[in-house]
């Protein structure tokens, strides 16, 4: 099923996607739950019982809200997850780390007020940063919470997946040894179109792809992740409980703007789309 929050005449609802991709229809819950989005289902076993209400409603005629417009907490990251894309870093930016790929993966995270819808403006911090790049990404959302999740198990704790630009100043990543801060800027993660429950899509086995102003620029498939997704539920859950409602984005395939040579970074007016086999598509004007 694939699972739209949205807003339509001024209210926030949470609706099925219908199987053909044109309209939605909203479950019916109190509008202080809707409010939540998508976790609101998440949050409970039985909302694949919830009854809906209203008439389904084409989606060009409701505007689409990321899946999750606000996260409880903060998003967890994966860096340098793709063979190809730790390869162009160790050629381009890292070239006295000889190490393609380390022990353990690289876990950040982003701040979950960045968040904004699969069509809404990223904003360019102006003064504060010069080298603002994109990074497709495939995100999983956690269904079944728990800690020291084991990789057998890993699978059953995945409500669903959606689609990520985990948007990324370059200059200030660096500047501050952790990445937060480069990562977390207003308006840095754009999400969605919807979430696709597991049941529909297996995000191990499909293909991230991410385009700047129609230039194809990233082609990869998760089937080159370095740590895959039950490794890093596993990681993820060492010590620390993961919530329903969390997210992990898996990490970016080779082709981001830092790794091209001269590297480019996006500047006003640019349109980055972002598309997962399986999902959709989302894309963002940089303003
Ligand atoms: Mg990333």
């Known amino acids: 099923?694939?699972?739209?929050?949205?807003?339509?005449?001024?209210?926030?609802?949470?609706?099925?996607?219908?199987?053909?991709?044109?309209?939605?229809?909203?479950?019916?819950?109190?509008?202080?739950?809707?409010?939540?989005?998508?976790?609101?289902?998440?949050?409970?076993?039985?909302?694949?019982?919830?009854?809906?209400?209203?008439?389904?409603?084409?989606?060009?005629?409701?505007?689409?809200?990321?899946?999750?417009?606000?996260?409880?907490?903060?998003?967890?990251?994966?860096?340098?997850?793709?063979?190809?894309?730790?390869?162009?870093?160790?050629?381009?930016?890292?070239?006295?780390?000889?190490?393609?790929?380390?022990?353990?993966?690289?876990?950040?995270?982003?701040?979950?007020e960045c968040v904004v819808g699969p069509y809404d403006e990223v904003q360019l911090p102006h003064g504060i940063t010069e080298q603002v790049d994109y990074e497709s990404e495939l995100a999983l959302i956690i269904g079944v919470g728990g800690k020291n999740i084991r990789k057998e198990d890993a699978m059953g704790h995945i409500f669903g997946y959606t689609i990520v630009n985990d948007v990324t100043a370059r200059d200030v990543q660096m500047r501050h040894q952790q990445w937060d801060m480069g990562k977390s800027f207003d308006t840095f993660c754009p999400m969605g179109p919807w979430i696709v429950t597991a049941d529909e899509l297996d995000g191990t086995r499909t293909r991230v792809r991410g385009w700047v102003n129609g230039e194809l620029r990233q082609d990869g498939h998760t089937q080159d992740l370095i740590f895959d997704i039950p490794t890093l539920i596993e990681t993820c859950s060492r010590g620390i409980t993961l919530y329903p409602g969390d997210v992990i984005a898996t990490g970016t395939p080779a082709g981001v703007g830092m790794g091209l040579n001269p590297p480019q970074y996006l500047k006003r007016g640019d349109v980055v789309r972002v598309e997962i086999e399986g999902i959709g598509a989302i894309e963002n004007r940089f303003a």
Not at 12 to 23: A, I, T
Not at 48 to 55: C, D, E, I, V, Y
């Open 1 to 112: 099923m694939r699972i739209a929050t949205y807003e339509h005449a001024g209210q926030r609802l949470v609706g099925r996607v219908s199987d053909d991709g044109l309209s939605v229809t909203a479950f019916a819950l109190a509008p202080d739950r809707a409010r939540l989005g998508a976790l609101s289902l998440i949050e409970r076993g039985d909302w694949r019982s919830l009854p809906t209400q209203g008439a389904a409603l084409a989606l060009q005629q409701v505007r689409l809200l990321a899946p999750l417009p606000h996260p409880r907490r903060n998003l967890f990251c994966v860096g340098r997850n793709y063979h190809e894309h730790a390869k162009e870093l160790r050629d381009s930016v890292f070239k006295n780390n000889n190490a393609n790929v380390a022990a353990w993966p690289i876990v950040f995270t982003k701040v979950p």
